[in-house]
C-alpha cells in the first residue's frame, strides 16, 4: 500500500514536470526585463556584477525578507535547543577523543583563507562573483572547520548576537536613509557612485554587502553552534 | 562538450539524491545528500550562475550536512533502540 502511494506520487511529478520539459525550447532573446536589467545596471547603478546590483539595491526589499526569515531561524534555533546549553556544554567539551593531528594542523592552514576568501566576496560583491549572502555563508562555514577541527573552542554568543543586530540596524537605516536623500526604501544611491569597476563604487552596495554579509556570517555560526552543543 | 558535462553532473545528482534515500546506513546516506548538492553547485558554475553556486556550495553541502550530522550525534544515529 505505501509503495503503491510511494509510485503514485512519483508518476503525478513526473506528469507535472513532463510539460515542463515539452514545452522548454532554448530561448533565443532576452527578455525585455534581462535586456532593460543587463543594460541599466552597469549605468545606473555603477555595478559590474548585474547579480548583486539587482539582489541589493532593485530586490533590497526581498533581500531585507530573506535576512529576516534567517533571523528569525537563528531565534527559533536559539529557543528550541539554547536553554540546556549551559550545563552541557562543560560535558560536551571533555568527552571523547578530538580530531586527529591531520585535521588539526590542515585547518590552521585553510582557516585564514577560508576567512579571507569571505571577506573577498563580500566585499567584491558588486565586481565579480558573489556577495554579501554568498561571503557570509563562506565565512560560516569557517566557523564550521574551526568548531570541527577545535571542539574546545567556544563562540561568543553575545558578541555575535550584539554584532548581528547592529549590522542589521544598519541596514535598515541605510535603507532609511534612502527614502529621505536618494529615490526610495534600499536605494543605493546614498553614497556617489565613484568610479565604475574599483572597489569603493556603485553607491551603498559595498557598504550593505559588508553589513549583509556580518549579518548572514553571525547568524549562521550561531545556528550551528547551537547544534553543536 | 558543456552539454555532456551538464549531462553527466545531473546524472551525478540523480545518483547521489537516490542513494541518499536507499542507504540504510545514516552517515553514508547523509554524506550523498551532501555531494547531491555538491553536484548541483557544478551544475549552477556549469550553467553560468557562479553567485547562485556560491551559496549552494557553502550552505547545501557544508553547513546542512555539518547540522545532520551533529543531529544525529545528539540522537542516537537511527539505530533501533
Partial sequence: MKRVCAILAVLMFAAMFLGLVQAYSERQARSPLAEYYLTQVPREL????????????????????????????????????GSKKEQRAKTSSTDGK???ELVRTGAEVILPLIFLFGAYVIMNGHLSAGGGFQGGAVVASGVMLLILAMPASKLDHGFLSVTESLAGVLYVSIGI?????????????????????TLLSAGAIPL????LGIK?????????????? | MLELLVILVCIG???SGVLAVWLSNLLAAMISAGLSSLFAAVSYVLLAAPDVAMAEAAIGSGLATLIFLYTMRKTDGGREP
Fill in chain 2, 13 to 15: 545528482i540523480l545518483v
Fill in chain 1, 177 to 197: 536613509l534612502g527614502i529621505i536623500i536618494a529615490d526610495g526604501f534600499l536605494d543605493s544611491h546614498v553614497l556617489p557612485l565613484g568610479k565604475f569597476g
Fill in chain 1, 208 to 211: 550593505i554587502s559588508a553589513l
Fill in chain 1, 98 to 100: 578530538g580530531p586527529s
Fill in chain 1, 46 to 81: 555603477g555595478a559590474p556584477n548585474v547579480v548583486t546590483g539587482i539582489l541589493i539595491t532593485y530586490r533590497g526589499f526581498d533581500t531585507l525578507g530573506e535576512v529576516a526569515v534567517l533571523f528569525m531561524v537563528a531565534a527559533a534555533v536559539g529557543v528550541l535547543l
Fill in chain 1, 216 to 229: 548572514v556570517g553571525a547568524e549562521l555560526s550561531v545556528v550551528i553552534d547551537r547544534f553543536r552543543s
